[in-house]
T-cell receptor, first 115, second 114 residues
Framework: KAGVTQTPRYLIKTRGQQVTLSCSPISGHRSVSWYQQTPGQGLQFLFEYFSETQRNKGNFPGRFSGRQFSNSRSEMNVSTLELGDSALYLC??????????????FGPGTRLTVL | GDSVTQMEGPVTLSEEAFLTINCTYTATGYPSLFWYVQYPGEGLQLLLKATKADDKGSNKGFEATYRKETTSFHLEKGSVQVSDSAVYFCALLYSGGGADGLTFGKGTHLIIQP
């Protein structure tokens, strides 16, 4: 079974631009969560999508948004990029059946550099 | 809010040494606890987990016990190898449908010298 894939793996943008990152979950997984990893703040939860709806959101500004398609693939968008948005963005997928823990499987991440 | 605290390191050990990485948490409910490992240039891999008090998670020689009374989930390994060099993250998650995402510690960079 293929793992979680993220594209692109590396991205360089300049301040003020916008960027879209893509995540394809493991086949059969319907939940996709996004995390930001930086040296200063560590790993922080951005949001989770399930059945094409945002279910939970972390403490990030509205410049960070996402969506999920009917095939469970998800995209994350960051508008008006700031230098502080430079980070490794990780996507994780899970089955998300209600009432029980669902292991999250992580992709390799997209390394975003904002100049 | 919920939080996870772990030693950040780097922690440098010799091969075959005993490893302990401390992890404590603050939570309002009864979360599941995890250790993830991140090798250079890669995403996170689940190392082990425990879903309730007194559970012991184990994998690849690593162990951790969910201690509710001390709110801790310390990671141990009896004899480390060079290949164990990585960053280790302790994390918590509330089970059930309303998951708010994993809450991670800052990560512990482990370096094993031959």
């Amino acid at each position: 079974k293929a793992g979680v894939t993220q594209t692109p793996r590396y991205l360089i943008k300049t301040r003020g631009q916008q960027v879209t990152l893509s995540c394809s979950p493991i086949s059969g997984h319907r939940s996709v969560s996004w995390y930001q990893q930086t040296p200063g703040q560590g790993l922080q939860f951005l949001f989770e999508y399930f059945s094409e709806t945002q279910r939970n959101k972390g403490n990030f500004p509205g410049r960070f948004s996402g969506r999920q398609f009917s095939n469970s693939r998800s995209e994350m968008n960051v508008s008006t990029l700031e230098l502080g948005d430079s980070a490794l963005y990780l996507c994780a997928s899970s089955l998300r059946t209600s009432g029980s823990y669902n292991e999250q499987f992580f992709g390799p991440g997209t390394r975003l550099t904002v100049l | 809010g919920d939080s996870v605290t772990q030693m950040e390191g780097p922690v440098t050990l010799s091969e075959e040494a005993f490893l302990t990485i401390n992890c404590t948490y603050t939570a309002t409910g009864y979360p599941s606890l995890f250790w993830y490992v991140q090798y250079p240039g890669e995403g996170l891999q689940l190392l082990l987990k425990a879903t309730k008090a007194d559970d012991k998670g184990s994998n690849k020689g690593f162990e951790a016990t969910y201690r509710k009374e001390t709110t801790s989930f310390h990671l141990e390994k009896g004899s480390v190898q060079v290949s164990d060099s990585a960053v280790y993250f302790c994390a918590l998650l509330y089970s059930g449908g309303g998951a708010d995402g994993l809450t991670f510690g800052k990560g512990t960079h482990l370096i094993i010298q031959p």
